[in-house]
């Protein structure tokens, strides 16, 4: 999954995914948000419009699990450096009713060249690695095994595989997320849990390449994109009957001005369009 402002991240995602056993035995395609301006031998390309200029994580996995000829599907995103064993170890673990993902992600905290993202695997699968090897590179957030209602990274977080008929089995993904700070990998993660769906954690390295999140070209920061996602949050919260005191710390946290007149006000808007 691609978006073309983060066209540094997928060329360091492909190298690292070109290092693996069995990656020209894969259909490879890449689900575009926007106008395409990079090109990879043996790759598909799916491009996925915008509703009213919104981006929709429904839309794109849907995208890539129906263009899928096989079985078996990995979602990843394009920004995701992964060890070079790491698809032969997942290809074994799916199965129907299974996401197979991994809970050590890492944040990159700047841009590293490919070779040293490389050394930091070896580092970390000789046992070698250090604080001060991570000093100033990445910071540590963790994936969540089971589902959290809150903001964090879960099983959908990017990274995670299975099969098309759990997929469908499940619904897919709920449409009604958009934008940035979506929960949408959220709602599905409590969605797989609730159909009985089991999670395998495999442990390995996961390094979140860095890239600034923008709107219409203008990059977001950190209370920018909060709020973008409260909205979601507030969805999510109704959606499956939890106190909307949850999304009301939530909106503390975007420091709105009066933060349960904006929680009240967006659910009847919510309540009103269902």
């Known amino acids: 999954m691609y978006s073309p402002d983060r066209k540094s991240a997928l060329e360091a995602t492909v190298m690292c995914l070109q290092d693996m056993p069995g990656y020209g035995l894969c ?6 948000d926007g106008a395409p301006n990079v090109v990879f031998e043996d790759w598909d ?21 129906a263009s899928a000829r096989f079985d078996k599907i ?17 290809s074994d673990m799916i199965d129907e009713g299974v996401f197979v993902f991994s809970s050590n992600h ?9 070779e040293q993202c490389k050394d930091l695997f ?15 590179c990445a910071r540590f957030e963790p994936r969540f095994r089971e589902p959290v ?37 959220t709602d599905f993660h409590f969605s797989a849990k ?31 994109l909060r709020r973008l996602g409260l909205d979601n949050y507030i969805y999510y919260c109704h959606k499956w009957g939890l106190p909307m005191a949850m999304a009301e710390n939530v909106a503390h946290e975007c420091n709105l001005k009066y ?6 006000k967006k659910l009847r808007e919510i309540k009103s369009s269902r």
Not at 46 to 52: A, F, G, I, S, T
Not at 205 to 222: C, D, I, M, S, V
Request: aromatic letters at 14%.
């Open 122 to 136: 070896a580092y970390y699968e000789r046992g070698e690695m250090t604080c001060e090897d991570f000093l100033g």
């Open 45 to 65: 390309l799916v491009q996925v419009p915008r509703l009213d200029g919104q981006f929709c994580w429904s839309h794109m996995w849907e995208a890539g699990v």
């Open 74 to 90: 990995w979602y990843l995103d394009s920004d995701r450096l992964l060890p070079k064993n790491y698809l032969e170890r997942l």
């Open 27 to 32: 259909q490879k395609t890449l689900v575009i």
């Open 194 to 224: 609730v159909a009985g769906c089991e999670f395998v954690d495999l442990g390995e390295a996961e390094f979140h390449y860095p890239h600034p999140k923008r709107h219409n070209e203008q990059k977001l920061g950190t209370m920018e």
């Open 259 to 264: 933060p349960a007149k904006y929680v009240e």
């Open 106 to 114: 890492y944040l990159l905290l700047k841009e590293l060249t490919v």
């Open 149 to 185: 209602h809150g903001p964090g990274k879960n099983v959908m977080s990017g990274n995670t595989a299975f099969t098309k008929e759990t997929f469908y089995q499940i619904g897919g993904v709920d449409p009604w997320y958009r934008g940035h700070g979506a929960f949408a990998d």
